[in-house]
């Protein structure tokens, strides 16, 4: 029989996606066995997909932020200024962001969060929605260079 290159990637192209688990587990098998070359393919398609790469990351910053935002009752993201009567003088401006009770922002690594977030593996009661500008007046406010909020001063409760 000869071998056909072409039936034989259609068959094996059939069975990664029959399989997507043990696909993933071979991949982690080998990205741990060549961690230098998994590095370079990774830096390439990254390179060779630039667009993509920002698509992805925007959908998972907002994905973030609608899942956060509804663990608080809202519909769609909004700053969560209300809920800090101190800080509702100051109009929101800027991007909303995610704002850490107790300022333990600093600690975590961002994109960690946001997969936890994503994936339901990291819990939401720390998390709450904050724009730019209430983020940073919240900051001059508590006066410290920790950043975040303190759950004393938000009136509403979780959901
Ligand atoms: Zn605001």
Excluded at 3 to 16: L, S
Excluded at 46 to 66: C, D, F, G, M, W
Aim: with cysteine; proline share 5%; glycine share 6%.
């Amino acid at each position: 029989m000869v071998y056909d290159r072409e039936k034989a990637r259609r068959a094996n192209t059939k069975w990664r996606k029959a399989h997507p688990e043990r696909v993933r587990k071979i991949a982690r098998v080998w990205y741990k066995a060549h961690p230098e070359r998994a590095r370079e393919r990774a830096k390439a398609w990254y390179k060779a997909h630039p667009e993509q790469i920002k698509n992805s990351r925007r959908v998972i910053r907002e994905t973030e932020l609608l899942i956060i935002a509804q663990r608080w009752g809202d519909e769609f993201p909004r700053c969560r200024a209300d809920a800090t009567p101190s800080l509702i003088d100051v109009p929101c401006r800027g991007k909303l962001q995610v704002d850490h009770l107790n300022g333990g922002g600093r600690e975590e690594l961002t994109w960690s969060r946001l997969m936890g977030v994503c994936n339901g593996t990291r819990k939401l009661d720390d998390l709450r929605v904050l724009c730019e500008l209430h983020q940073a007046a919240y900051a001059i406010h508590r006066g410290d260079s920790v950043g975040g909020s303190d759950p004393d001063e938000w009136q509403d409760e979780p959901l």
